[in-house]
């Protein structure tokens, strides 16, 4: 039968068939495959420290939903960040806040890394539909740490991170402080 999580963690390592529904409060995490139709009214953390979250089915975010999204290295190499892969209906039901997290446990992300001067890109959510898109927001990213406790406001301010909907995928974009060329060299 169905799974209802009032209160507490869910954390989905190997699989799931029911349906499944958590309510404000709770939270869903881990890397495994949920099969049923999964309603998420809490927060939700794919991944374990970065990795990759599959449903099958429906996934849909009800009003005031978080999802927390972590970067575990410089990288865009897939494995480095979370990601989730919906077979069915991604759905924005309501307002969500994605949050971002660059200092989750083993992370190497340094703000003064190189990587940061370049644009990036990150798959975030790829479904088979993706609808209410613009029910979507990012959390602030001005006091994010790094690794080495830096903050993203100190380190690259000035820089933003966007979302964007490509067909049938959601993308997390870094665009990095322009650098501006000196007119006496």
């Known amino acids: 039968g169905p799974t209802a999580i009032t209160a507490g963690k869910l954390k989905v ?3 799931l068939t029911s ?3 958590l309510d404000s409060g709770t939270d ?3 890397t495994g495959t949920l099969h049923g139709p999964v309603q998420v009214g809490g927060s939700h953390h794919p991944g374990n420290s970065a990795g990759v979250q599959t449903f099958t089915g429906n ?5 005031d ?4 999204w972590e970067l575990a290295d410089n990288s865009t190499t897939a494995g480095t960040s979370d990601q989730v892969s919906v ?3 991604l759905d924005f039901a309501g307002p969500t806040t994605l949050t971002l997290s660059f200092a989750g446990a083993g992370s190497t992300v ?3 890394n190189p990587f940061w001067l370049e644009p990036r890109s990150w798959l975030v959510f790829d479904a088979a539909t993706v609808t209410n898109f613009q029910n979507l927001t990012l959390s602030s990213p001005a006091t994010l740490a790094d690794s080495t406790g830096a903050t993203f406001e100190t380190a690259l301010a000035g820089a933003t991170f966007t979302l964007s909907q490509s067909r049938n995928q959601v993308y997390l974009h870094y ?3 322009p650098v501006i060329a000196d007119p006496y060299t």
Do not use: E, F, K
């Open 87 to 89: 077979g069915g209906t």
């Open 28 to 30: 869903l995490s881990g």
């Open 59 to 63: 996934l849909t975010y009800a009003t």
């Open 65 to 68: 939903a978080s999802i927390g």
């Open 19 to 21: 349906a499944v529904t």
């Open 13 to 15: 390592n190997g699989s």
């Open 175 to 177: 665009t990095p402080v």
């Open 110 to 112: 340094t703000w003064q």
